[in-house]
């Protein structure tokens, strides 16, 4: 006979499980590895695709700007050691630029085919 005191003898369930099986619990431990992993697996590879590319610039290439400097609007298209095109020498001068060479805007890629880069 039972005496009514069989419901007793269930397993105990700890408060640390909310009322899930052991099957429960394991299945929801393994989703929430998997989303740990994947939230560091997003933050890297956002880590890698957001950084700064900026060009390296060389040295003797840059010097103070002169923002009072005056220069007209002539085209006169001029690719600084910096990278950026200018539209003639004198805004390169402005910009602190020491180094320029033409640019050909008629070539796809820029001057002489290999673009406006850091030189």
């Known amino acids: ?13 700890y408060r640390s499980n909310q009322g899930r099986s052991p099957k429960q619990q394991e299945s929801n431990e393994i989703a929430a590895f998997v989303s740990i992993v994947g ?3 997003t933050f890297i590879i956002i880590l890698l695709t957001s950084c700064s590319k900026e060009p390296a610039i060389l040295d003797n290439c840059l010097e103070d700007k ?3 400097m005056v220069c007209t609007m002539d085209v006169n298209y001029q690719c600084g050691c910096d990278g950026w095109i ?7 001068t402005k910009n602190g630029v020491k180094r320029i060479k033409p640019h050909d805007p008629s070539y796809p890629d820029g001057y002489s085919g290999d673009g406006c880069q850091p030189w």
Request: with cysteine; proline share 8%; charged share 25%.
């Open 1 to 13: 006979m039972n005496n009514g005191k069989e419901y007793l003898k269930k397993d105990r369930q």
């Open 39 to 41: 939230l560091i697996i």
């Open 66 to 68: 002169d923002p009072n």
């Open 86 to 92: 200018y539209i003639n020498p004198c805004h390169a």
